[in-house]
């Protein structure tokens, strides 16, 4: 069954670094999303993308915050000068179209900062 | 905000059906109401979803009252890996909408053996 895989599965950066979160949706999806889960919080949205443009964003998803696809498989979360609260588990998912809304989530991956 | 409003926790034995309840009193004519479970931190996992009539899948099945106001996930057999933090979702589906996922705090089952 198809999936969407997260790498890393964790990562640890010092803060004011840059770090990189890197998605591959399942392959014919066309709609990409971004959420994070701060430790013992609700999964919290942060963006949806759609056609190479951002389709919407949270109040959380500022300027220090950016996405891409660089290419026609991944899709990447990228945090510019990380802080301490940018700690948290931050999930990709897919869906083959917005109307449907099952969304398909990866593994995760457990960004710490410190 | 999430719009729905579930229990904080429930238990079900090993086995038994597990009926969890959400309650969306303010439900929109064109909202859905959506199902998706969180084994401990992995990522959420789509389990069902209606609009007014009742559904079923190999996963779960989904009761909607008539008048729409709630709904409960019924899971037939229970079983040990089905522990996890349930969430209630409603948001439209489709007539342009993005399509982001607003989770609430959900409810814990635990399935006992």
């Known amino acids: 069954e198809p999936e969407v895989t997260q790498t890393p599965s964790h990562q640890v950066t010092q803060m004011g670094q840059e770090v990189i979160l890197r998605c591959v949706p399942i392959?014919?999806?066309?709609?990409f999303y971004w959420y994070r889960q701060i430790l013992g919080q609700k999964v919290e949205f942060l963006v949806s993308f759609y056609n190479n443009e951002i389709s919407e964003k949270s109040e959380i998803f500022d300027d220090q915050f950016s996405v891409e696809r660089p290419d026609g498989s991944n899709f990447t979360l990228k945090i510019r000068s990380t802080k301490l609260e940018d700690s948290a588990m931050y999930f990709c998912?897919?869906?083959?179209?917005?109307?449907?809304?099952?969304?398909?989530f990866g593994p995760g991956t457990r960004l710490t900062v410190l | 905000d999430a719009k729905t409003t579930q229990p904080t926790s429930m238990d079900c034995a090993e086995g038994r059906a597990a009926n969890l309840p959400c309650n969306h009193s303010?439900?929109?004519?064109?909202?859905?109401v959506y199902w998706y479970r969180q084994i401990h931190s992995q990522g959420p996992q789509y389990i069902i979803h209606?609009?007014?009539n009742n559904e079923t899948n190999e996963m779960a099945s989904l009761i909607i009252t008539e008048d729409r106001k709630s709904s409960t996930l019924i899971l037939p057999h229970a079983t040990l890996r089905d522990t996890a933090v349930y969430y209630c979702?409603?948001?439209?589906?489709?007539?342009?909408?993005?399509?982001?996922?607003?989770f609430g705090k959900g409810t814990k089952l635990s399935v006992k053996p």
């Open positions: 209606g609009l007014k």
């Open positions: 998912a897919s869906s083959e179209w917005v109307a449907n809304n099952e969304q398909f």
């Open positions: 979702i409603v948001r439209v589906a489709g007539g342009g909408s993005q399509g982001n996922l607003i």
């Open positions: 392959s014919n999806h066309l709609y």
């Open positions: 303010t439900i929109s004519g064109n909202e859905y």
